[in-house]
């Protein structure tokens, strides 16, 4: 072998060792359809208490949609590995469903639940833990989705009742549905790239 | 002129230096995973898994998850001492052929 190809396949090895690394970090990032599942839930529960004036609406479509999204994650969890950053970005959502769902159902069984209440609570929560992730990964779409659900809380502190239902309507929007679809979209293009590696680590 | 270094012929295979830079990154990986990963055939890699499984650079543990067999792997402190030195053996030998 020549100087230059022993060169090439050293060169090799050490970018065969970075891409793999990067492959196994990858892993805690293909939550996409998570954002996605949960938007959709946000609208079924808002659509069910509006049109079906029923106090059961929230309560009921987020204890199903917990119980389902529980399935779905050991489900997905059993086939992935577990990184650190996995278990740190899982520990803060799962902390905000227990926080959010004790703060709720006190607030509706105390009588003293109201809608600027319940956009304010939600939208700076959503925001406090999207922010979190978004600094642990280092991600600035995931704050600026921080920044969004910051700011329907704030409307919902300030504005009307129609103001705050809009901003929480379209924090959904951005924040989970939109959101979603982007993560599932670069989670693709990600698989995409790791079958590059593949090839790399049998060359 | 300085000794160069000698690459550790176990992690120098390219599937067991995959297999062992994709563990290096998880806590525990299931043999599927890592199959799906390195895109190789159950056969070639639970070789290459027994040969680093006998360096000591990984630990294995077999258990059930649903009733289904499931074997996990992960990287021992041993093993994770072994890349460290590959990388830098091998940033050692790259330095070198540059300045020849």
């Known amino acids: 072998m020549t100087g230059s190809a022993e060169e090439q396949e050293l060169k090799d ?15 805690t990032q293909r939550w996409g359809w998570a954002f996605v599942f949960w938007g959709v839930a946000y609208y079924l529960a808002i659509a069910w208490s509006t049109l079906g ?4 609406a929230w309560p009921v479509t987020m204890i199903v949609a917990s119980l389902l999204a529980g399935i779905l994650v050991s489900r997905k969890a059993s086939k992935h590995p577990g990184t650190t950053i996995g278990r740190a970005i899982g520990a803060v959502w799962i902390a905000f469903g227990i926080s959010i769902f004790l703060l709720l159902c006190s607030l509706g069984a105390s009588g003293r639940y ?5 956009v304010a609570i939600i939208g700076a929560m959503l925001g406090g833990a999207n ?9 600035k779409m995931q704050f600026a989705c921080a920044l969004v659900w910051w700011t329907s809380a704030i409307i919902g502190c300030f504005g009307s009742e129609t103001a705050g239902s809009v901003a929480f ?13 982007y993560c599932m979209v670069s989670e693709s293009r990600k698989r995409g790239l790791s079958g590059r590696n593949r ?4 060359a | 002129m300085p000794d160069l270094p000698e690459l550790n012929p176990v992690i120098h295979g390219k599937l ?21 990963r390195t895109g190789s055939t159950d056969g070639n890699l639970g070789a290459q898994l027994m040969k680093l499984e006998e360096a000591g650079y990984v630990a294995v543990e077999k258990k ?3 009733r289904k067999p499931q074997t996990l792997y992960r990287m021992t402190s041993a093993g994770r001492e072994a890349l460290t030195e590959y990388v830098q053996a091998l940033k050692q030998l790259l330095g070198a052929a540059i300045k020849t």
């Open chain 1, 13 to 27: 090895r050490l970018r065969l060792i970075e891409n793999m690394i990067i492959e196994g970090q990858q892993t």
């Open chain 1, 199 to 202: 090839d790399e680590a049998h």
């Open chain 2, 64 to 66: 059930f998850v649903m």
């Open chain 1, 169 to 181: 309507l379209l924090a959904i929007f951005f924040c989970l549905i939109l959101f979603g679809i």
């Open chain 1, 53 to 56: 004036k029923s106090e059961w």
């Open chain 2, 16 to 36: 067991r230096l995959a297999l062992l830079s994709l563990l290096s990154a998880v806590e525990e990986a299931e043999f599927t995973w890592l199959r799906a």
């Open chain 1, 131 to 139: 922010a979190t992730c978004s600094m642990i990964l280092r991600w």
């Open chain 1, 114 to 118: 109201e809608p600027h209440l319940f």
